[in-house]
């Protein structure tokens, strides 16, 4: 009972009952489908919609019920039951009488042992509870399976009932209910109808395909169509033209393809080929009733097997176009029909067969009169037997011995565009076995150049993109002449080409700024990127809108410097300096620096002071001399006595002045200093004093 368990399980698995208008829900319900199959009764068919809908029903029971509708006023009858009042399984002594009496069928054995088997005991860990849940799961699925295939398993499970008191030409509606007490679980009712004006019919199961294999024929037939109507299918098998069947799955079949799920596909492993055999498939139906058997189809088994490939190819060029092929074939294949021969002049691919006719089953030997001694030659040798099936063996080179590289390739040109791309052109060269040509590029002409094309060019045009942004102004391509037998040129004259120049220069990079006496003075790295034409220092004034051009210098030394002198005391200026190329690309900005412009306001300091005191007089004669022009005053400070310093008078316009007022024995000490228009001041003078006499 566990092994028949078990294949009720593995059909579970891959048939699911979704596809039967029975279940179509999760929910706690009871679905009911019916059918009107022959003038005798209705089938009516229910399912409970989960394991606990089904435990419950099962224990509390179901009651069916039916009424009839007036097709033309609409009026429906009264509910009346069916069957017993309480439709319940049938006990676990009913269930032995009864697989006593039927002990073929399975489904009823699957279906006792889902209502009467014994329980796992419930645990305490997770485990014991998943275990306990699929073990309850795995015996719902049994029943529901069982009542599919079995419609004897289906009525002692209460799952079915032939309502056998009808009348043809009318509307019934059946209902189902499940006794469970809602406050246990609340489990909608199923509802449906069915007409006994025509009987409900099943399609005949037409094949998409057969496959006659070795050992093996596969039918197969759509699911999309036969699954709308079918759960599963039996198939069955004759060897003596339908005299005889025998139904050759154990259990319903519903399995699809692997590779294409919208069929289904039965395999049938035979002892040998070439016997004729005869096959036929039904469906069952969720009424446990079998539709009409598919019409009749003939197939069988066939050598799918090829012969061994040929082997120990050889060939012999002879000369004058002409090339020998050798091969052996292993003695053991008996079903040898004949030989193909095939030639390529690439390994693998575009073949052309040379044997239009196939050669003898004891042929071991082809010339090849029209092989081309300029280019490679490759054979293939196939084989096939009677039924068709063939084999190849691997392709063998047709060896020329051909040692003389074709001539360097000449007439090099090429032009690029401003968007980087490079368009390459040159000559054909003379070689008839000519293959085709590498292009060779770098970035420098000293350095490694690299192959392009990885194959061989077969043109005399080439085109090639050059990423912009690089320093490198220029781009060096060779190229190198191929020919068929892998015979390389020496390279071409080199030719040089020069890049469009999208990469602006490095930046300079300023290093100082500070005032000096009346000017500015500026230090600045010049830009190190080679196609420089000048670095170019910028100067504005705060308050202006655009920095003025002052000084420019090319970058044949590291560092650039100028002396601004056209400023103004205590004004802001900003100052920067960028590069520009020989392609007028102009670099970023070397950063802005400002500085306050300062001048020098010390004035030039007094010469030649003198005091000269006239005692008779009571007078001292200052004099001194200062050599700046312009609008100049002089401030005298005075002390008397060794008194401090004080501001005593100031002279303008000349560089003398006659002092009043001592007596006798005074004496006066002096400091003078230059002043101009603008406040600005010399420092002072030497001290000079003068001393009065006491005679």
Known sequence: MKKVLCILFSIWTSISLAQSTVMDSLHDEVNIIAGYLDSKAVIVRWVPSTPAVWSYSAYY??????????????????????????????????????????????????????????????????????????????????????????????????????DRDIVPGKLYIYRIRSLCPVSTLAIQEGITSVSTTHFETFPKITFDHIYEGENLIELAWDKKIYGQFYSAFNIYRSSDKGKTWKKINDIPFASTGIKNEELYFFKDSLDQNYETMHYQVEGITPYAVTGPRSEM??????????????????????????????????????????????????????????????????????????????????????????????????????????????SPPTGLTGLVDTNGIVTLTWRLGPEPDLKGYYVHSSNRSDQTFINLTGHPVQDTVWRDTLPLNVLTEKIYY??????????????????????????????????????????????????????????????????????????????????????????????????????????SLKSGFSGSVSITAFVDKTMSPLSNIQAVAKSEEKKVILYWEYAQQGDVYFAVYRSVNGSAYQSHKTVKGRTSLEDFGFKAGDVAKYKVKAINSKGWQSDFSNEVSATFSTN
């Open 61 to 162: 029971g179901y009651r069916l019920e039916r009424c009839e509708v007036d097709t033309l006023t609409g009026d429906q009858t009264k509910w009346i039951p069916l069957g017993d009042s309480i439709m319940n399984p049938a006990s676990l002594e009913q269930w032995r009488i009864l697989v006593s009496q039927h002990p073929k069928d399975y489904y009823l054995q699957a279906a006792g042992q889902a209502h009467h088997g014994e329980r796992r005991e419930t645990g305490k860990t997770i485990s014991d509870l998943v275990a306990k849940s699929d073990e309850f799961r795995n015996y719902y699925a049994a029943a529901m399976l069982s009542a599919e295939f079995s419609a004897f398993a289906a009525t002692t499970s209460a799952l079915r009932y032939e």
């Open 297 to 406: 189809i003939t197939a069988m088994g066939r050598d799918r097997t090829p012969p061994t490939a040929p082997y120990d190819i050889e060939t012999n060029y002879l000369g004058g176009g002409r090339m020998q092929i050798t091969w052996k074939a292993d003695p053991i294949d008996k079903d040898i029909a004949g030989f193909r021969i095939s030639r390529s002049n690439v390994a693998n691919e575009g073949f052309l067969e040379l044997t239009h006719e196939a050669l003898a089953p004891g042929t071991r030997t082809f010339t090849d009169t029209a092989c081309n001694e300029l280019i490679n030659n490759y054979y293939y040798v196939g084989v096939f037997d009677k039924e068709g099936n063939v084999n190849v063996g691997f392709p063998q080179y047709g060896t020329i011995i051909d040692s003389i590289p074709p």
């Open 478 to 583: 060779k190229l190198v002449a191929v020919d068929m037998r892998s015979n390389y040129s020496v390279y071409s004259v080199m030719l040089t080409l020069q890049k469009p120049d999208k990469v602006p220069p490095v930046a300079p990079v300023m290093i100082d700024v500070r005032n000096e006496h009346d000017v500015v003075k500026l230090r600045w790295y010049n830009s190190t990127s080679h196609d420089v034409v000048e670095n170019v220092l910028e100067r504005k004034a705060v308050g202006d809108t655009t920095f003025v051009k002052l000084y420019s210098c090319r970058s044949d030394v590291p560092e650039g410097s100028y002396a601004d002198a056209t400023i103004q005391d205590g004004k802001k200026y900003e100052y920067r300096v960028y590069a520009l190329d020989d392609a």
